[in-house]
Each structure stands twice: as structure tokens, then as C-alpha cells.
């Protein structure tokens, strides 16, 4: 089945390619917010172990999926080879950090907001911090298909694939981390729902955008693969780390995360 899934991505435009992985990593972030519609509560051991995962299978896939190839398809040698990946890197950490700063949001924990002032709701507030997450997650899938396009050797359908499903395992503990705390909230659990899942919907549009930029500019690829990491790694370390530091669950978390680098690590050299 795999194998057909391959073929059939790799007869179609690689764009819309693109559009159905990401599509597929919202979905799942839709699958983790629907469980508000059997639970009002989420053990906090649970959470925090789940969101260590999800910091660990973002790190893996910032190396083995995106780093890593970014710097095989660059050229010349020593710092030569490794400057579009650091260059990248940097851009991507620098992206995010500005949108942390500038674009309000509020973490999972309730205590305070970041970016300007906002009349905002704290439900609005929520979702957009969880949507910071999900811009570099999509991008990272759309340049992955869009090297595909471009004829890159180092870029494959079956490793983009792979980055997708990576991507859609731990996208459905952050669909559980966005509808639980509304519903404790007192939100119901419709509304709990949509506003967990549509916190991944900037996932294809993100994937489509990455895609179609390498697709036409090629030259970018290994830059936009590191960017992609660099923001992916911002994310764990300026908030899913963070969070999981909350309450005394850190030995949870610290294995979720090792959990997580070893499934997305084993996934991207079993898969990719």
C-alpha cells in the first residue's frame, strides 16, 4: 500500500502532491481535536509526554529530513557546502522569532500572553500559538515536493511523504493540546473541536506556497529546507520544551521526547 501510495504521488503534479500531504497532517491534528468530543480532561502526564514526543519527531525531522539534504545538495566543500544550510537555518530561527513576537498568542498554560497587545480573545490567542507551530511544519513538506519538481536527486517523493507522516503523528497530540484546554474552559464541545483543528489548516497553504517558491526558484531548495528546520527547531525550544516544564512531569517528557526522535529518525532511514 505504501508502495502504491508512492507511485500514484510521484504520476501527479508535485504541488498537488504537496496539497495532499498537508491536507493529511490537518486531518490528523482534526482526528487529536475530536477526542474533546469523549473527554472534558486531559491527564497532564499524558499531555506533557505527548508533547515531548512532538518536540522530539520535530527534531529528527529538522535533521534527518531537511538539514541533512539541504547540505548534501549544496555545493563545494567545508564551509562552502554548509553555509545555504546555516544561512537558512538562521533565517527560519529569525521568521519565527519575529512572528513570536509580534503576532499575539497564548500558550497552552494560561499565564501570559506574547507578541503586542491584543483585545483578542484567549480562545483566538491559543489557536494562533499553535499556528505558529504548524507554518514551518507545512513549508517543510511543500519544499520537500517542490525539490521533487525541480528534478533534485537529493529530494524524493517517498522522503517528503515520509516527512509528512512524521509530521501528521505528532500534529494529533497538538489537536488534543488545543481542544482540551477550551473545554475545561467551559467552551462546547463543537466549538472546542473547530478551534483545535483549524489551528492546522495554515499547513496546506503553507505546503502549497513552499512548493510552488522552490518549483520556480531552485536555486533556494537547500535554503528552503533549513529554513524550514530552523524554524521547526525555534518552536521546540521557545515552546513545546518549555511547556512540558510546567508541572513535575519533566522525566515523562524527556522520554516522549526520545520516543519521538527515535519513531521519526526510524521512520525517515526505514521510509525515505
Known amino acids: ?51 515531548g514526543f512532538t518536540g522530539g519527531v520535530m527534531v529528527a525531522a529538522s535533521y534527518w529530513s531537511l538539514l541533512s539534504p539541504a547540505i ?16 537558512g537555518f538562521l533565517l527560519g530561527a529569525l521568521f519565527l522569532f519575529a512572528l513570536d513576537k509580534t503576532l499575539p498568542h497564548l500558550h497552552i498554560n494560561f499565564k501570559e500572553t506574547e507578541g503586542i497587545k491584543s483585545p483578542w480573545q484567549r480562545t483566538t490567542l491559543l489557536v494562533l500559538a499553535i499556528t505558529l507551530h504548524n507554518i514551518p511544519e ?4 511543500g519544499v520537500l515536493f517542490g525539490g521533487v519538481a525541480a528534478g533534485i536527486p537529493e529530494a524524493s517523493i517517498a ?3 515520509t516527512l509528512a507522516i512524521g509530521i501528521g503523528i505528532q500534529n494529533f497530540p497538538e489537536g488534543i493540546a488545543v481542544s482540551m484546554p477550551l473545554r475545561r474552559m467551559g467552551m462546547s464541545r463543537r466549538k472546542s473541536f473547530m478551534y483545535g483543528q483549524s489551528s492546522a489548516l495554515v499547513e496546506p497553504i503553507a505546503g502549497v506556497l513552499g512548493a510552488v ?4 526558484f531552485t536555486p533556494i531548495l537547500p535554503y528552503a529546507l533549513a529554513f524550514a ?3 521547526m527547531i525555534f518552536v521546540v525550544v521557545e515552546e513545546v520544551i518549555p511547556e512540558t516544564q510546567q508541572d513535575k512531569n519533566t522525566d515523562i517528557a524527556t522520554l516522549g521526547f526520545i520516543g519521538g526522535f527515535i519513531v521519526m529518525m526510524s521512520l525517515d532511514v526505514a521510509l525515505g
Do not use: H
Open 229 to 231: 528546520a530552523g524554524a
Open 159 to 161: 522522503g517528503a511523504v
Open 1 to 51: 500500500m505504501y508502495q502504491d501510495l508512492i507511485a500514484y504521488l510521484e504520476r501527479i503534479d508535485p504541488v498537488l502532491a504537496a496539497l495532499y500531504a498537508t491536507t493529511f497532517t490537518w486531518l490528523v491534528t482534526a482526528a487529536g481535536a475530536s477526542f474533546v468530543f469523549f473527554f472534558k480532561n486531559m491527564n497532564r502526564i499524558v499531555l506533557d509526554g505527548m508533547l
Open 72 to 87: 548534501e545538495m549544496s555545493k563545494g566543500e567545508g564551509f562552502v557546502k554548509v553555509m545555504p544550510a546555516a544561512v
Open 138 to 141: 507545512g513549508l517543510a513538506v
Open 213 to 216: 517558491a522552490v518549483t520556480f
